[in-house]
């Protein structure tokens, strides 16, 4: 049975910081593309960031240079570094193994003074 677990979202000042996580396991981590997704309030589920097996990593373009995604293929996890945070980056984070139906239960950030 495949379980993503997320962790580390909250609240955070604009200009502030946080660092997701996400726990895999049922599945060939190390073979796995693994990505970050959000969903903001009454909006889609838009891809935010994609990792491969070998690191290579994909952005949207509203994140570049602000987040970064990485993994852990020793400890099957994949994070998220999120710095310079706007308001607009308020949203549901959810992991995801790329191109398949498993999702974790979802993280809040909420970008705000």
């Known amino acids: 049975q495949v379980q993503l677990v997320e962790s580390g979202g909250g609240l955070v000042q604009p200009g502030g910081s946080l660092r997701l996580s996400c726990a895999a396991s049922g599945l060939i981590f190390s073979n796995t593309v693994m990505a970050w997704y959000r969903q903001a309030p009454g909006k889609m589920r838009l891809l935010v960031a994609r990792?491969?097996?070998?690191?290579?990593?994909v952005y949207t373009d509203s994140v570049k240079g602000r987040f970064t995604i990485s993994r852990d293929n020793a400890k099957n996890t994949v994070s998220l570094q999120m710095i310079s945070l706007k308001p607009e980056d308020t949203a549901i984070y959810y992991c995801?193994?790329?191109?398949?139906?498993?999702w974790g239960q979802g993280t809040q950030v909420t970008v705000s003074s």
């Open positions: 990792i491969s097996s070998g690191g290579n990593t």
């Open positions: 995801s193994a790329w191109g398949t139906n498993y």
